[in-house]
């Protein structure tokens, strides 16, 4: 089955500055991997995601790239807010059955 | 849309009590799941139902855990008996359609003594 890896598991950056989250899969056959955003307390929310026959994908100052040869995908987070400090998740389809598998999460402080 | 509802919020236990969470997925949704987050593993899936089948329960970890959908807008994840190591927050989320783009309710924190 696939198995997600997330890196790092904490990031601390000074405001304005650009953070990068990376994750690795190990199944071949994934196809869509999405990113969700976990402030303290509250529910994970999708915040971007990407199919397999995209390379990279922008929302205003989030971008995910995903790199299917070497199985890994990043999210790119550019001029960072203190509210964008949240744990961020990465997930992977299953190649099998589609559901999604994530990773351990990175807990992302924004220093104001 | 309320979106995802769970109750309760938040739910203390004694070991050996059986605890029920319960979830009302968005409307109109038709694929339902639940995860548990811990520290140590992150978020795991639990079970996934569609149109109220359960699809797959690879993640349940015991027999003492329990899921059911008797209809479209409600489902059950029953632990009985409870231990301590069952504490973690409980979420439930829902789909339209696919296994993909999942809406999460505001999970339940479940605390086993």
């Known amino acids: 089955g696939e198995n997600v890896e997330q890196h790092p598991s904490t990031l601390s950056v000074q405001e304005g500055d650009s953070a990068v989250i990376k994750c690795t899969y190990s199944d071949s056959a994934s196809n869509y991997f999405p990113w969700y955003k976990q402030e303290l307390g509250k529910r994970p929310q999708l915040i971007i995601d990407?199919?397999?026959?995209?390379g990279e994908k922008k929302d205003q100052r989030i971008a995910v790239t995903l790199n299917k040869t070497a199985k890994h995908f990043s999210l790119h987070i550019t001029e960072t807010q203190p509210e964008d400090s949240a744990v961020y998740f990465c997930a992977a389809s299953d190649g099998n059955t589609g559901k999604l598998i994530f990773g351990q999460g990175t807990t992302l402080q924004v220093k104001p | 849309d309320a979106g995802v509802i769970q109750s309760p919020r938040h739910e203390v236990t004694e070991m050996g009590q059986e605890v029920t969470l319960r979830c009302k997925p968005i409307s109109g949704h038709d694929y339902l799941f639940w995860y548990r987050q811990t520290m140590m593993r992150g978020l795991e899936l639990l079970i996934y139902?569609?149109?109220?089948?359960?699809?797959?329960d690879s993640g349940m970890p015991e027999d003492r855990f329990s899921a059911k959908m008797p209809n479209a807008s409600f489902s059950t994840l029953k632990i009985q008996p409870s231990e301590p190591r069952d504490s973690a927050v409980y979420f439930c989320?829902?789909?339209?359609?696919?296994?993909?783009?999942?809406?999460f309710g505001s999970g339940t924190q479940l605390s086993v003594l």
């Open positions: 989320a829902s789909s339209f359609r696919d296994v993909e783009k999942l809406f």
């Open positions: 990407i199919r397999s026959n995209v």
């Open positions: 139902f569609n149109n109220n089948v359960p699809i797959d």
